[in-house]
């Protein structure tokens, strides 16, 4: 196969769902369809059970199983699909947003009787603003829920989606019959605990008024069903893919995943419309994955959970060209080369040695401490991939150093914890202090843990009363000045040396904003 044809084949995307919606279910039966594994099971759920947000040892678990998650491949109709995988818990939500970054589409899983819920929203929220495909799989059709046509309401209204249903359940709960696709134009009938794999479950109707409908799902349903999809036609606009690639429309279907009912439809129609790598954006220029020479992005840390071994696993996306084991390349923050002896893929419980990875696909490197997240690795040129932000933390600490002894150690922890995105540290003007803050409480309890099992340091955290960190510049240097000396008190530096408004509340926030109207405040990193 030649470099264009690997590169067509490739389909990377994420799932993404408020957690129990059913995202692990879902992607155990993809895995299963490709034939990445062969039993259920094989795919252990990556979310910390709620009860379990101080057992360090769950979270120590949970980052075991992430890693070997991380990228889920199979190859399916000829092509090779990538799963990556986003953490379930809310605390972490801000590794899935990264994720997000690595990722050509999405497929956003919502459990029927609950709707769309609050994590759901705000990860879709990113999508939407890297436009990003969304195709929606409403879950668990096996019981009661909400009305599908309350549902696709819910889903524009709260995720500013524009839906077009491609699948329509015939029933649900205890009186759920199946599906009818109409991307497909097939009724696909469905049988409690079976598998939805024998033929005769699936029956060719192209056209509803054809009284086969009656006997496979009754009278009752199969007047239910035409209703239904008349009105969907005539309120809905026409599936249209150029609308879905641009993220202007997404598609639904409906389904079970632990039942495996629906997931074939929903894949065979992922297959047929989802991206191949998308280009990406650096400050330089787009990168278009067509091109000869490689390159690459790291969007994600992971630190070894061997303690006899300190090593790091990036995560690379591979942007444009070839990227080859054994091969120098420009690590460019660094300004210097690297090469891989052992780039890695994971899957499952598996991990192999990949010689070469093309765009799209994900690649993990042993690391000793030089990446971190954001990083671009070239044959040469000097680019810097753009949409990996830091997001404003709303959490705060100060951190003191509990072991004089250990200074060293805390110094090198926080560093490089830090570069793994666990936490972002700013370091105050006036006093020098420096403050930790994270998007989730979780975290602290993380850092903590980690310092003190990865590098023997000991922290104490004292409260800090703040509100929001945002980034701020100004163009006017005599405005930048005056507004240094009158903030002093709430100033800091973030790592890379950016200038940082500490606020106390949005009160005063919005207060500093309307004094200083010349000033720019940014909630993410990049600006
Ligand atoms: P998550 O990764 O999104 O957090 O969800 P996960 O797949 O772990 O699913 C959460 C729960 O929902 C699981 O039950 C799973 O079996 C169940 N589930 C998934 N799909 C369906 C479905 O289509 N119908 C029904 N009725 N349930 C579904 P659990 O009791 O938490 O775990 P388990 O003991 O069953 O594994």
């Not at 299963?32 to 094989?42: K, N, S, T, Y």
């Not at 009787?113 to 999508?127: I, N, R, W, Y």
């Not at 997001?391 to 100060?398: A, K």
Request: charged fraction near 30%; proline fraction near 4%; glycine fraction near 6%.
């Amino acid at each position: 196969m030649n470099f264009t044809e690997e590169l067509q084949r490739r389909r990377t995307f994420g799932i993404i769902s408020h957690p129990d919606a059913g995202k692990t279910t879902l992607t155990e039966k993809l895995l299963l369809f490709g034939g990445a594994i062969q039993i259920a099971g094989a795919v252990k759920s990556n979310k910390i059970k709620r009860s379990a947000t101080s057992d360090f040892m769950e979270i120590e678990r949970q980052r075991g199983i992430s890693v070997a998650t991380s990228v889920m491949a199979f190859e399916y109709r000829g092509l090779k699909i990538n799963i990556l995988d986003t953490p379930g818990h809310q605390d972490f939500a801000e590794d899935t947003y990264r994720t997000l970054t690595a990722v050509d589409s999405v497929i956003v899983v919502i459990d029927v009787a609950k709707g769309v819920e609050t994590q759901t929203e705000k990860l879709v929220e990113v999508c939407r603003m890297r436009q990003t495909p969304v195709i929606v799989f409403i879950n668990k059709l096996d019981r009661e829920g909400k009305d599908p046509f309350d549902l696709l309401d819910e889903v524009e209204q709260k995720l500013h989606l524009k839906v077009r249903p491609l699948s329509w359940p015939i029933g649900m709960g205890q009186h759920f019959k199946g599906v009818y696709s109409m991307y497909e134009q097939k009724l696909v009938l469905f049988r409690p605990h079976g598998k939805q794999e024998q033929d005769e479950d699936v029956v060719e109707i192209t056209n509803l008024a054809d009284r086969a409908l009656e006997q496979h799902i009754g009278e009752r349903d199969a007047r239910i069903l035409r209703e239904e999809v008349e009105m969907i036609e005539s309120v809905y606009a026409p599936f249209s893919r150029t609308a879905y690639l641009e993220g202007q429309l997404s598609p639904v279907f409906f389904g079970s995943a632990v039942n495996n009912f629906g997931v074939r439809e929903l894949l065979d129609c992922f297959v047929d419309i989802a991206p191949s790598p998308l280009p990406r954006a650096a400050e330089e220029r787009i990168v278009a994955p067509e091109e000869a020479k490689f390159s690459g992005f790291v969007f994600k840390i992971h630190a070894n959970m061997d303690p006899n071994h300190r090593d790091r696993i990036a995560f690379l996306r591979v942007c444009s060209g070839k990227f080859e084991r054994n091969v120098s390349y420009l690590h460019v923050r660094q300004n210097r080369k690297l090469k891989f002896a052992n780039p890695t893929s994971f899957m499952a419980d598996k991990k192999t040695v990949v010689d070469e990875a093309f765009p799209g696909d994900v690649v993990g490197l042993y690391d000793s401490g030089n990446f971190k997240i954001g990083d671009a690795l070239t044959e040469g040129e000097m680019l810097h991939f753009k949409g990996i932000p830091s997001f404003s933390p709303e959490q705060f600490r100060y951190v003191n150093n509990a072991d004089p002894l250990k200074a060293k150690q805390l110094a090198k922890g926080l560093e490089q914890l830090m570069d793994e995105g666990v936490a972002q540290m700013f370091t105050r003007e006036v006093d020098g202090r420096k403050i930790v803050g994270t998007v989730g409480a979780l975290q602290f309890d993380v850092l903590q843990y980690r310092l003190e099992h990865e590098y023997g340091a000991s922290v104490q955290y004292e409260p800090v009363n703040l509100y929001k960190a945002c980034w701020v510049t100004c163009p006017n240097e005599q405005v930048l000045r005056e507004f240094m000396q009158r903030r002093r008190r709430d100033l800091a530096h973030d790592k890379e040396g950016n200038l940082v408004f500490l606020a106390e509340s949005a009160w005063q926030l919005k207060t500093v904003q309307e004094n200083f109207p010349e000033v720019e405040f940014y909630f993410t990193s990049e600006y």
